[in-house]
């Protein structure tokens, strides 16, 4: 008797535990994942070239004195001269910004006497002004430059060529990725005996060109310019990278 109501609990557990499966709703129910999509993924580079229509140079004005407002005065006297003469280049003030103003002062470290070390003494002051400057005539950069290294300009010297609006060029490099890409994508389908279907996503990575420093002024030097400097603006050369997947049309 007592097997017999084992064996009847047993079938009416399992009845009531496939009774409560069926209870269940759908999507409760773990569906087997569907196949990934089969994709072609292809990446394409343009490039375009362009002359640069704009020069950006950082210039400094360094002056040193026995005291703070001695260095001071002498580098405002200094750099009220390069603004006069940046403003009869015709440099605009909307393309002349202060990039960095510093007083610092200058130490003379003593040996040490008898073991001890002496603490450094104060001998003078440097006063350091810089200047970033917009360019827009390229006619002009080599007498910007000659101009105001004369009046008092002894530090940087770094120049920037640019473009201040690159849309057309961007745009053509633009075209050019993409029409590399898709030559791309169309070969490996071939190649692989498919048909590409729809275009599942596109991205694009744009790169600015990095222009490089055409020359660095040194106090030493400055001293030995005369007429305007030359320059050579080049080319400046944009880059756009794209990426794009397409199902395989099966």
């Known amino acids: 008797m007592r097997s017999r109501s084992i064996r009847h609990f047993v079938l ?3 009845a009531t535990g496939g009774l409560a499966l069926a209870a269940l709703p759908a999507g409760a129910q ?4 569907a196949p990934a999509e089969a994709t072609i993924t292809v990446s394409g580079e343009g490039t375009a070239a362009l002359a640069p229509d704009m020069a950006v140079v950082d210039l400094g004005v360094l002056r ?4 703070a407002a001695e260095a001071l005065s002498a580098n405002n006297t200094a750099m009220a001269d390069v603004l006069a003469a940046l403003a009869e280049q015709g440099i605009e003030e909307k393309d002349v910004q202060t990039s960095g103003f510093t007083i610092q002062p200058q130490y003379r470290h003593d040996e040490p006497k008898n073991g001890r070390y002496e603490p450094p003494v104060i001998i003078g002051y440097q006063v350091q002004n810089g200047l970033t400057v917009r360019v827009r005539d390229l006619d002009k950069l080599g007498g910007v430059i000659d101009s105001t290294v004369k009046l008092g300009v002894n530090q940087g010297g770094n120049i920037r060529f640019t473009n201040d609006k690159p849309d057309a060029a961007v745009e053509e490099a633009r075209r050019n990725a993409m029409s590399e890409a898709i030559a791309k994508a169309r070969t490996l389908a071939e190649a692989a005996g498919v048909k590409l279907g729809r275009v599942i996503s596109i ?12 020359m660095m002024m040194r106090a030493a030097a400055a001293k030995e310019m005369s007429d305007a400097v030359p320059v050579a603006a080049g080319e400046n050369t944009y880059s756009v990278t794209v990426n794009i997947s397409y199902a395989i049309d099966q």
């Open 30 to 33: 773990q569906a087997a994942p």
């Open 64 to 67: 040193e004195a026995e005291t």
């Open 12 to 14: 009416a557990a399992a």
């Open 203 to 214: 991205n694009e990575n744009f790169m600015r060109p990095m222009p490089a420093p055409q």
